[in-house]
Nanobody
C-alpha cells in the first residue's frame, strides 16, 4: 500500500521555524519525485516546493524562496521541508505528493499520483 505521511506541523509565532517530514512507503522511493503543496482556508491548493528523483532539481514558489528548503533522505525514504522565518500567510495545511515523472514546474507537479493527508501549520502574528 502506498503511503505518504506528513508530520511536523504545529503552531508557531511569526519568525519561527518548523521542519515538516514526509515519510514514504509502498513504492520505489528512488524512482519518484516529491512535491510539497499547501492549502490555506478558502484558497486553492498551491505548489510550495519540489525535488526530483536524483535530488538535483528543486523548485520553490516565489513566496517561499530563501525561507524554505526541501531535502531528501533516501535511506529513510523521507523528504523534509525546512521552513524558516515563517509568516502568518504561510498558515495552511501542507501536503506532500509523489510522482513517477519529472515535472517541469510546480504547476505540472499538481498531477502527481500519490498524496498524503496533510499536516497543519499555523503561524501567529
Amino acid at each position: 500500500e502506498v503511503q505518504l505521511v506528513e508530520s511536523g506541523g504545529g503552531l508557531v509565532q511569526a519568525g519561527g521555524s518548523l521542519r515538516l517530514s514526509c515519510a514514504a512507503s509502498g513504492f520505489s522511493f528512488d524512482d519518484y519525485s516529491i512535491g510539497w503543496f499547501r492549502q490555506a482556508p478558502g484558497k486553492e491548493r498551491e505548489g510550495v516546493s519540489y525535488i526530483s528523483t536524483n535530488d538535483e532539481i528543486t523548485y520553490y514558489a516565489d513566496s517561499v524562496k530563501g525561507r524554505f528548503t526541501i531535502s531528501s533522505d533516501h535511506a529513510k525514504e523521507t523528504v523534509y521541508l525546512q521552513m524558516n522565518n515563517l509568516k502568518p500567510e504561510d498558515t495552511a495545511v501542507y501536503y506532500c505528493a509523489a510522482g513517477e515523472a519529472f515535472y517541469s514546474d510546480l504547476e505540472a507537479a499538481r498531477g502527481m499520483e500519490y498524496w498524503g493527508k496533510g499536516t497543519t501549520v499555523t503561524v501567529s502574528s
